[in-house]
C-alpha cells in the first residue's frame, strides 16, 4: 500500500511541477528584414526591428549582392543604403533590446544563425559573443548564448566592419532566432491543478485507512 501512494504522489508532483514551470519566449527577436509578423520586408523598407548606428543610417531590407549567400524564407539583408548598392567604410552596429523583468535570468539562452559583409561580431550587453571572421558573407555561421543577460533591457548587437578604401557593399543577415527564459519565481498553480492536488489528497486519506 505504501509503493501505491509513494507513486501516486510522484505524478502528482509531476503534473504540478509542469503546470508551473513552463518557458516563456523571449520577445524582441525577430530576423533581419521583416515585418510584426515574420514577412520578408520589400527592398528600401526600414527594418524597424535594428537600431544602426554607423557611417549611415537606418537599416533597410536591401536587394542581395550576388557575392552574398541567399537569405531563406521570412528573412533578408539589411544594410545602410536601401539597393545592392556601396556604403561608406567604416563600422555598423545593428542592435535589438528586449527586457527580461521578472524572470530567470539563468534560464536565458538566444540561438540562431547569421553572415556579414564584412567583418561580423555578436555582442551581447557589450560582452563579446563571437565573431564570423573568416566567413562572412558567403558561409551561414550558427551562434549560441546563455550568459551575460542582465535584469531589465538587454542590447543584442550585431557589429559589422566594412573594410578596404573605397565605399563597397555592406549588410547583415539574421534568421532562425529565437529565445526562450522561465518566470523568476513560480507561476500559482492553475485552478485544474489546484482541484487535482486536493483529489490526490483525499484519495492519499483513503488509501492509507485501508
Given at each position: 500500500?505504501?509503493?501505491?501512494v509513494?507513486?501516486?504522489?510522484?505524478f502528482?508532483?509531476?503534473?504540478?511541477f509542469?503546470?508551473?514551470?513552463?518557458?516563456?519566449?523571449?520577445?524582441?527577436?525577430?530576423?533581419t528584414?521583416?515585418?510584426?509578423y515574420?514577412n520578408?520586408l520589400?527592398?528600401?523598407?526600414?527594418?524597424?526591428?535594428?537600431?544602426?548606428?554607423g557611417?549611415?543610417s537606418?537599416a533597410?531590407?536591401?536587394?542581395?549582392?550576388?557575392?552574398?549567400?541567399p537569405?531563406?524564407?521570412?528573412?533578408?539583408?539589411?544594410?545602410?543604403?536601401?539597393?545592392?548598392?556601396?556604403?561608406?567604410?567604416?563600422?555598423?552596429?545593428?542592435?535589438?533590446?528586449?527586457?527580461?523583468?521578472?524572470?530567470?535570468?539563468?534560464?536565458?539562452?538566444?540561438?540562431?544563425?547569421?553572415?556579414?559583409?564584412?567583418?561580423?561580431?555578436?555582442?551581447?550587453?557589450?560582452m563579446?559573443?563571437?565573431?564570423?571572421?573568416?566567413?562572412?558573407?558567403?558561409?551561414?555561421r550558427?551562434?549560441?548564448?546563455?550568459?551575460?543577460?542582465?535584469?531589465?533591457?538587454?542590447?543584442?548587437?550585431?557589429?559589422?566592419?566594412?573594410?578596404?578604401?573605397?565605399?563597397n557593399?555592406?549588410?547583415?543577415?539574421v534568421?532562425?532566432?529565437?529565445?526562450?527564459v522561465?518566470?523568476?519565481?513560480?507561476?500559482?498553480?492553475?485552478?485544474?491543478?489546484?482541484?487535482?492536488f486536493?483529489?490526490?489528497?483525499?484519495?492519499?486519506?483513503?488509501?492509507?485507512?485501508?
Amino acid at each position: 500500500m505504501k509503493t501505491k501512494v509513494a507513486v501516486f504522489i510522484f505524478f502528482a508532483h509531476i503534473f504540478i511541477f509542469c503546470a508551473v514551470c513552463s518557458a516563456a519566449h523571449i520577445n524582441g527577436l525577430y530576423n533581419t528584414g521583416v515585418d510584426d509578423y515574420g514577412n520578408a520586408l520589400t527592398a528600401g523598407t526600414i527594418d524597424a526591428h535594428y537600431t544602426l548606428a554607423g557611417p549611415s543610417s537606418p537599416a533597410y531590407a536591401t536587394d542581395e549582392n550576388p557575392a552574398w549567400v541567399p537569405a531563406p524564407l521570412n528573412s533578408s539583408w539589411i544594410g545602410p543604403v536601401n539597393a545592392a548598392g556601396s556604403a561608406f567604410v567604416g563600422t555598423y552596429n545593428y542592435s535589438a533590446t528586449f527586457d527580461l523583468s521578472g524572470f530567470d535570468i539563468s534560464t536565458a539562452y538566444i540561438s540562431g544563425k547569421w553572415a556579414s559583409d564584412n567583418h561580423g561580431y555578436i555582442y551581447l550587453n557589450n560582452m563579446l559573443i563571437d565573431n564570423n571572421i573568416g566567413y562572412e558573407f558567403t558561409v551561414i555561421r550558427n551562434f549560441y548564448i546563455d550568459q551575460y543577460f542582465v535584469e531589465g533591457e538587454n542590447t543584442l548587437t550585431f557589429t559589422v566592419v566594412n573594410y578596404t578604401e573605397t565605399p563597397n557593399p555592406t549588410g547583415l543577415l539574421v534568421f532562425d532566432i529565437m529565445g526562450e527564459v522561465q518566470e523568476f519565481a513560480p507561476a500559482p498553480i492553475p485552478e485544474p491543478a489546484t482541484i487535482l492536488f486536493f483529489l490526490a489528497g483525499l484519495l492519499i486519506r483513503k488509501l492509507i485507512k485501508k
